[in-house]
């Protein structure tokens, strides 16, 4: 049973436009939600965190908008740079189980 | 600068054989972990440890074992290979402080034949 999931497994954006990208979850207990970039051959890096208690946390290009009734959050880049393209991981840490529960990753293709 | 090594980037064994991936961290991090990345589902895990010599088990360890005897050494088992443990895998570290926060190391590519 999937409790973080990213239901696209792909997505291509134009250089310079926004990347949006989604992820859901069920377990209503989680305390923080993080983004990961992966690029090939290379282990996952981190990337933002929100609080669960926040609805939105910004970094630079990136922002992370976190919408706790519809148990949905979303990873913004603005503008998306060729850099962007990789395997984006939605997480979630769990407190209770202390781990974190990472989705099954978007690919972003940022196209010139 | 936190860095997590593994001791190979590409590993190839046969079926039956004991393998042991290696995971150092120099960052004094109290947690460690083993995850396998498969496509399509992401990154599951296997073990993790919270301190030397404690060990809990992830979501898929049957067939694995692992061991830590040094804070900042964590080490995964295979005690007898098979052909579905080809994968990549990944450690990661993080501190009791931002345990969210993990760190990776850059996996090993294992492949079983």
């Known amino acids: 049973d999937q409790q973080v999931k990213q239901n696209s497994p792909s997505l291509s954006v134009q250089e310079g436009r926004i990347s949006i990208l989604n992820c859901d979850y069920t377990?209503?207990?989680?305390?923080?939600f993080l983004w990961y970039k992966k690029y090939p051959a290379e282990g996952p890096t981190f990337l933002i965190s929100?609080?669960?208690?926040?609805d939105k946390n910004e970094d630079g290009r990136f922002t992370v908008f976190l919408n706790k009734s519809a148990k949905h959050l979303s990873l913004h880049i603005v503008p998306s740079q060729p850099g962007d393209s990789a395997v984006y991981f939605c997480?979630?840490?769990?407190?209770?189980?202390?781990?974190?529960?990472f989705g099954k990753g978007t690919r972003l293709h940022i196209l010139p | 600068d936190v860095k997590v090594t593994q001791s190979s980037r590409y590993l190839v064994k046969r079926t039956g054989e004991k393998v042991f991936l290696e995971c150092v961290q120099d960052?004094?991090?109290?947690?460690m972990f083993w995850y396998r990345q498969d496509p399509g589902l992401g990154l599951r895990l296997i073990y993790f440890?919270?301190?030397?010599?404690?060990?809990e088990k992830g979501d898929i360890p049957e067939g694995y074992s692992v061991s830590r005897e040094k804070k900042e050494r964590f080490s995964l088992i295979l005690e007898s290979a098979s052909t579905n443990q080809t994968s990549m895998y990944l450690c990661?570290?993080?501190?009791?402080?931002?345990?969210?926060?993990?760190?990776f190391g850059p996996g090993t590519r294992l492949t079983v034949t």
């Open positions: 440890s919270y301190d030397v010599k404690m060990k």
């Open positions: 997480a979630a840490s769990d407190f209770i189980k202390d781990k974190i529960i």
């Open positions: 377990n209503s207990m989680f305390d923080y």
């Open positions: 990661a570290s993080t501190s009791r402080d931002r345990p969210y926060e993990q760190y």
């Open positions: 960052m004094d991090h109290e947690n």
């Open positions: 929100i609080s669960s208690i926040k």
